[in-house]
């Protein structure tokens, strides 16, 4: 059958999602094929597959990314969630400091909360 079930008043897990999505996508693809005659560019793949991948990364713990292998050749890298607010720690932190330097050469003093390089 071609019915993707959803049910308004039910909470779905990540795989319920992808499934329904996978069947969504294999429709899709069984009667485009025939139907037609788009093309799409290796970077249109690349930026649906990346923007999937951050509305997915918004909505689960971790990171998800695309690694670039060799040209043409990517594979999805998950990182769990300590790795992700590692990162994230970081470039707050790259952030602060860069907002003390900018402050320092306005003012000539280096703001107390941002590291001394």
């Known amino acids: 059958m071609n ?8 909470f779905y897990n990540l795989s319920e ?8 996508l294999d429709l899709v693809s069984e009667k485009s094929h025939k139907h037609n005659e788009l093309r799409y560019s290796s970077t249109d793949v690349y930026w649906l597959l990346y923007d999937m991948l951050q ?3 918004r909505n689960v713990p971790g990171e998800f990314s695309l690694l670039q292998i ?8 998950y990182a769990a969630e300590d790795k992700a607010k590692q990162r994230s720690s970081r ?27």
């Open 3 to 10: 019915d993707v079930h959803v049910k308004e008043d039910k």
């Open 17 to 24: 999602v992808i499934g329904a999505v996978k069947k969504t």
């Open 55 to 57: 509305y997915i990364n």
């Open 70 to 77: 060799r040209k043409g050749v990517y594979r999805v890298r």
């Open 91 to 117: 470039k707050l932190k790259e952030e602060v400091n860069q907002t003390a330097r900018y402050l320092e050469e306005l003012t000539g003093r280096r703001p107390p909360w941002g590291e001394k390089e």
